[in-house]
């Protein structure tokens, strides 16, 4: 579920619909959990589909760290991509406002810690020398990103999070335990999914 202050909007003609901010949504807020109302296909499931199924799915899914395929059940679907994301997933099953995300700014997500299939070419950005998310990003770049969750996290307890009740209990736990410092954060990394190599036959 994607937080609350947030509604769908017509970005261009060359994204498409984006998420934006309704109001202030502070550093350190919770902007995403993973919930009841997000779908898992497995890609067993996924391949037994019809092509129209498949196609909207590999399009509006990201993959966990299982290889699974997550059909997120609001708008949060629609997030775009960017390099310098307003928005950053952690190891809890949610997603962390790594700077304030003021009312009519896009809610982002960089597409290289959702476990791509395939390079996803991206429009440039001033600031960043990247033209694709790669589906290795995450082993490049999660020490970028976890630098940031745990700049979020020193602002978690200072801000309102209208999600965290929806987070499941391990979770909620995990995560009030980093913000309370009493345990360190897992990283991003653990995200990732390793694809399998494929044997000769």
Same mark, same amino acid.
């Given at each position: 579920?994607?937080?609350?202050?947030?509604?769908?909007?017509?970005?261009?003609?060359?994204?498409?619909?984006?998420?934006?901010? *309704?109001?202030?949504?502070? $550093?350190? *807020?919770?902007?995403?959990?993973?919930?009841?109302?997000?779908?898992?296909?497995?890609?067993?499931?996924?391949?037994?589909?019809?092509?129209?199924?498949?196609?909207?799915?590999? $399009?509006?899914?990201?993959?966990?760290?299982?290889?699974?395929?997550?059909?997120?059940?609001?708008?949060?679907?629609?997030?775009?991509?960017?390099?310098?994301?307003?928005?950053?997933?952690?190891?809890?099953?949610?997603?962390?406002?790594?700077?304030?995300?003021?009312?009519?700014?896009?809610?982002?997500?960089?597409?290289?810690?959702?476990?791509?299939?395939?390079?996803?070419?991206?429009?440039?950005?001033?600031?960043?020398?990247?033209?694709?998310?790669?589906?290795?990003?995450?082993?490049?770049?999660?020490?970028?990103?976890?630098? #940031?969750?745990?700049?979020?996290?020193?602002?978690?307890?200072?801000?309102? #999070?209208?999600?965290?009740?929806?987070?499941?209990?391990?979770?909620?736990?995990?995560?009030?335990?980093?913000?309370?410092?009493?345990?360190?954060?897992?990283?991003?990394?653990?995200?990732?999914?390793?694809? $399998?190599?494929?044997?000769?036959?």
């Amino acid at each position: 579920m994607i937080h609350p202050d947030t509604e769908l909007r017509f970005i261009s003609p060359e994204v498409g619909f984006g998420v934006v901010a *309704t109001a202030l949504i502070p $550093k350190g *807020t919770i902007t995403w959990v993973f919930d009841s109302l997000d779908q898992i296909i497995s890609p067993a499931a996924l391949a037994l589909m019809h092509p129209l199924q498949q196609t909207f799915l590999e $399009k509006y899914c990201y993959r966990d760290h299982h290889g699974d395929y997550v059909l997120c059940g609001d708008h949060s679907r629609f997030v775009n991509h960017s390099f310098r994301s307003s928005c950053i997933s952690t190891a809890y099953n949610c997603e962390l406002a790594v700077r304030d995300i003021h009312p009519g700014e896009e809610l982002t997500d960089d597409y290289g810690y959702l476990n791509l299939i395939e390079p996803f070419d991206c429009l440039p950005e001033p600031g960043s020398p990247r033209t694709q998310a790669l589906p290795d990003d995450l082993l490049r770049f999660h020490a970028h990103w976890d630098a #940031q969750l745990l700049s979020a996290f020193t602002a978690f307890n200072r801000v309102a #999070q209208p999600l965290l009740a929806i987070l499941a209990p391990e979770q909620r736990r995990e995560v009030l335990a980093v913000a309370n410092g009493q345990r360190p954060m897992a990283s991003i990394l653990n995200c990732y999914y390793q694809e $399998k190599a494929t044997r000769p036959l």
